[in-house]
Structures are given as structure tokens and as C-alpha cells.
């Protein structure tokens, strides 16, 4: 139970998506590699109270595909 008498069951489940555009920009603002500025992120993110942190990376290149063969369909 959390302070004041809440519990989990009471808290909303949040979920964060974090696009590879995000994450350059993240990482040339700092001068750090993009792979830890998203370990970094996460982490943060985390510490908030984020259940689960999504990397849309492999969806953008799904919808590309998807895309692209309805084209060549067309």
C-alpha cells in the first residue's frame, strides 16, 4: 500500500513511447551516445512511475513495409 491508503489497483498504468527521433535529438543535446541516452531515459522514466517503455523503432519500419507493399499493390 502507498502513502495515504493508495494502492497499485488505484494507480493508472502508464506507458511511454519513444520515437528514434527523440532519442538523437536527446542524445546530441548531451553529446552522449544514443544508446545511453535511452538506457538513461528508461531510466528516468522509470523512476517516475512508468511501467513500460516502448522503442517504436520496430513499428515505424513495420508501417514502412505495410506502406510500401499497399503501393505496390495499387
Known sequence: ?????????????????????????????YELPVGETYRLLSAWLRSLGVAAILDITDARDFSLLESAAEFVER
Request: glycine share 6%.
Open 1 to 29: 500500500m502507498l502513502p495515504g491508503g493508495v494502492t497499485n489497483a488505484d494507480l493508472p498504468l502508464v506507458v511511454v513511447s519513444v520515437s528514434p527521433q527523440s532519442r538523437a535529438a536527446l542524445a546530441a543535446y
